[in-house]
């Protein structure tokens, strides 16, 4: 097989660009290095298509590598034919491999296995050539042999059909077809174990969907129900359909002494041993294609989550709630350090409501508290009451969020937080994560397991490994995108970064600790264990600011630093004139003042802004590739060179390269994240009794499964907005149109205090 063209025709690419995807990867290049600083190669493939692709390189590569291992082995039996050794090597799928390999596989000792050490296979030859003239009853007589353990002919003929029904099973194209069928025409069916029985799976008491239609997650569902021993669940076949089909195969011709022995073996053929191999491949086919469904929308639920915009600039407590333990809390500065902690009890049972309100206040004072973080679990509402009577007692402005604390508890007892806050309980830890996650949502929770998240549906019910692999890629999807501060990064972030394993991590972390913050990237060769091949993956990712060289503080590779200085020359300014840029954009830090520098005029837009205000007025140049600009007037370099090949040519890189670094000149270390939406912070509350049809809120989309999305409405249950009401025109998912994190308007459709369902549609009827 070529791998290569079968990759590009189901992924729709071009296979010179499987060819060097491949190629980078069998020489050790990691996706995130691949995908940003390796486009030329791949012809700018994305992450998320590199990922399918190496995904479908193992399994094909596998799967060579199982025929191969199949081919050897019929060999070795001296059984393999020219057609034999065709069809399995133009096998496309493992299942068709195995079922060309079945009749060759060494068994365990079977009906069939039995039969053939009892001397019976020249019976089953006879009944199978259909030519015999005299009944079969006579001539298994020959076969009756005490010796041998066949008593009498009954046995013998039942021996014999036993040989041919196995042979019938090990058909491949028999069961090719029999799959095919019950796949097209079979139907998934449920029942209750017990009727009586109240559960969540009341829907699935009598059920039953076609194979071919049924909904992945229903797929989970049942088999979860099946497992919590609540649901039967089976498929049903067309078995008169198949049964036909295998009497046609068998009986070649009419003959009253075969034909009905072998409509007899195609219904014990088929009902004993192909019915239940069928119904386990094609279950184990929903339930593999459940699971990547599932697995699809938490990653893309996951990225979402942890690309939200960071809060920034900001004194955040983080509180998290409980009764009878008390509410913990931690106020945390602009940058993520724990300033204080404290327990209040103004919850139940101790309900000490005053004395909480006065250390609330204190704390706020003493460390300028702008923002109060507020975790989603037990006592969450109670404590919220709380903080809106406490906002309305203060002087100055203090906003609050609830933050969804899934994973909190998780994190705050792990070795991690351990570490990281020896001196805290598992309390005091949780409520400076509750904050943190506020302030750097990707920073906190890259500390934990992506499955302890909750933002995916069955995840329990899944395959971990591959459910872990597949959320382990998309977490490094998302760091690699935003990058990190090298002198600021913990072990657990910086571990996600291209070529940088957990030990490197912490090597990282030790070298910043005995020899102080980097002064370049260059400086991280002399990290213990980090070589040249990591450097190269992971240089491009780490960001350092107020460094030697100002491009460490941006996402261009140092591969391309030589290149930039030759731009540079062109567009007739130096790196001092960059420093100076860089220094005047943290002083005018989002307020686009224009600023002096001591060589030139730079004017500095917003606060992404470096290069970009001193590119604008440095085009001085008569370089023909170059177009000249007004002074003050940044746009976008791209559009100011000429010839952009002819460019490329006289640095020695490729135009997707220089387009990107005309991009990150423009908008250096620019926060992907920004573009997301912000954080609601809320002054007041809305109780679920307060919600009345037709009330129109705005909220924010926690998470995002196959049958429609739920959103945080302030209210501390979450309303469900089913698929049908995301949108007026078709969708096959919610995905296509809402993401986790988005703010969204919604409108109320009913409200079941008591059950606590809130059922809202986003086709606002002002």
Request: charged letters at 30%.
């Amino acid at each position: 097989m070529d791998i290569s063209a079968a990759i590009a025709e189901e992924l729709k690419i071009r296979k010179e660009q499987v060819d060097a995807t491949i190629k980078l990867v069998d020489e050790g290049n990691t996706i995130p290095f691949i995908a940003r600083y390796r486009k030329e190669a791949t012809g700018s493939l994305n992450d998320e298509v590199l990922r399918d692709l190496y995904e479908k390189l193992i399994y094909l590569r596998n799967l060579e590598e199982r025929k191969a291992q199949v081919l050897a082995s019929i060999e070795e039996q001296g059984k393999m034919t020219e057609e034999l050794k065709k069809k399995i090597t133009a096998a496309k799928t493992m299942v068709a491999v195995e079922d060309l390999y079945r009749p060759y596989k060494p068994k365990r000792k079977t009906r069939a296995s039995i039969a053939r050490e009892k001397g019976l296979e020249g019976l089953a030859t006879l009944i199978m050539e259909q030519t015999t003239t005299v009944p079969v009853m006579e001539s298994a007589a020959e076969y009756i042999s005490e010796e041998k353990g066949v008593k009498d002919s009954a046995e013998a003929i039942e021996g014999a059909k036993d040989i041919i029904a196995e042979e019938t099973s090990d058909n491949a194209d028999y069961r090719t077809y029999i799959r095919k069928v019950t796949f097209d025409e079979g139907k998934v069916v449920s029942n209750a174990k017990d009727e009586k029985t109240e559960s969540v799976y009341e829907m699935y008491y009598s059920f039953e969907e076609p194979v071919n239609k049924i909904a992945g997650h229903r797929v989970l569902a049942l088999n979860r129900g099946e497992n919590e021993k609540i649901l039967t669940v089976k498929i049903t076949a067309p078995v008169a359909k198949i049964t036909d089909y295998l009497e046609k195969k068998l009986i070649k011709t009419a003959n009253p002494n075969t034909t009905d022995l072998l409509k007899d073996v195609a219904k014990d053929s088929y009902e004993r041993l192909i019915a239940p191999a069928i119904e386990r491949d094609i279950r184990n086919e929903l339930t593999e294609k459940a699971e990547d469904g599932a697995i699809s929308v938490f990653g893309k639920n996951l990225e979402q989550l942890l690309m939200q915009q960071p809060i920034t600039d900001k004194v955040v407590l983080g509180w998290d709630p409980a009764f009878r333990t008390g509410c913990k809390l931690a106020v945390v500065d602009a940058t993520g350090k724990v300033l204080d902690t404290k327990v209040i009890y103004p919850t139940a049972p101790q309900n000490k409501v005053a004395e909480a309100k006065a250390e609330l206040k204190r704390l706020i004072k003493k460390y300028h508290v702008n923002l109060i973080s507020l975790g989603n679990g037990t006592a969450s509402r109670e404590s919220e009451q709380i903080i809106v009577e406490l906002i309305k007692e203060l002087d100055t402005p203090v906003q609050y969020v609830i933050v969804n604390e899934a994973g909190a508890s998780v994190y705050s007892a792990s070795k991690l937080a351990t570490e990281e806050f020896p001196n805290f309980d598992v309390g005091q830890r949780s409520a400076a994560s509750i904050a943190r996650r506020l302030q750097d949502p990707l920073a906190e929770l890259v500390k934990i397991d992506p499955q302890s998240i909750g933002v995916g549906q069955y995840q329990h019910d899944m395959n971990q490994k591959k459910l872990g692999e597949a959320l382990g890629g998309v977490v490094e999807d998302s760091v690699n995108k935003v990058g990190v501060d090298l002198n600021t990064a913990s072990a657990s972030l910086l571990e996600y970064i291209s070529g940088i394993s957990k030990v490197i991590a912490k090597n990282i972390v030790q070298y910043r600790e005995e020899n102080g913050q980097f002064q370049s990237r260059a400086e991280l060769l002399k990290v213990a264990k980090l070589g040249p091949k990591a450097y190269e993956q992971c240089a491009g990712f780490l960001r350092i600011r107020d460094g030697k060289n100002p491009l460490d503080a941006t996402s261009v590779h140092p591969e391309s630093y030589a290149a930039v200085k030759e731009l540079m020359k062109k567009l007739n300014f130096t790196m001092e004139d960059v420093k100076a840029a860089q220094k005047q954009k943290m002083k005018a830090q989002g307020t686009g003042a224009e600023k002096k520098t001591e060589k030139k005029t730079l004017v500095v837009h917003n606060a992404n802004n470096v290069f970009g205000a001193a590119i604008a007025n440095a085009f001085k140049t008569g370089d023909s590739t170059i177009t000249k600009t007004s002074t003050g007037s940044v746009g976008t370099l791209e559009g100011k060179i000429k010839d952009k090949k002819k460019l490329a040519d006289e640095l020695g890189i490729g135009v997707i390269t220089l387009t990107d670094i005309l991009k990150e000149l423009e908008k250096p270390s620019r926060d992907p994240r920004e573009n997301m939406p912000s954080p609601i912070l809320r002054s007041d509350i809305l109780d679920m009794k307060d919600l009345k049809k037709g009330m129109v809120l705005k909220g924010t989309v926690r998470n995002v499964i196959d049958f429609g999305v739920f959103v945080d409405i302030g209210v501390h249950q979450d309303g469900l907005v089913h698929i049908s009401e995301i949108t007026s025109r078709y969708i096959k998912h919610p995905l296509e149109a809402v993401s986790v994190g988005d703010i969204v308007d919604v409108q109320v459709l009913d409200v079941d205090v008591a059950k606590k369902r809130i059922a809202l549609t986003m086709k606002v009827k002002q």
